[in-house]
Nanobody, 123 residues
């Protein structure tokens, strides 16, 4: 199983970034996909999750209205569109996959993790 996250970078406050996570080795269309982030000195936290067909989507309060999660099952890829970025969004962003259905917002819910992509937002 491999989850390859990409799209991070250094941007200014107010800018946008789109993260991608390409999955292989799993039946992607049956998995709930999530994004988490970890800032320096802080614990990893939930950002967003999407069920198999995009019919159920969840966001952390801190990103609601600014971030949008989506998926393309034909490409086995999940995306995170991040708009109006703030310095407090600076973190390593990880994608994750779980075969468990329902609302999955906890680290222990997820079976597989990507390597992370750095997002740095300067003020």
């Amino acid at each position: 199983v491999q989850l390859q996250a990409s799209g991070g970078g250094l941007v200014q406050a107010g800018d946008s970034l789109r993260l991608s996570c390409a999955a292989s080795g799993i039946a992607f269309s049956t998995y709930v996909m999530g994004w988490f982030r970890q800032a320096p000195g802080k614990e990893r936290e939930f950002v967003s999750a999407i069920n198999w067909n995009g019919g159920s989507i969840y966001y952390a309060d801190s990103v609601k209205g600014r971030f949008t999660i989506s998926r393309d099952n034909a490409k086995s890829t999940v995306y995170l569109q991040m708009n109006s970025l703030k310095p407090e969004d600076t973190a390593v962003y990880y994608c994750a996959a779980t075969s468990r259905g329902g609302r999955r917002t906890e680290i222990y819910d997820y079976d597989y993790w990507g390597q992370g992509t750095q997002v740095t937002v300067s003020s």
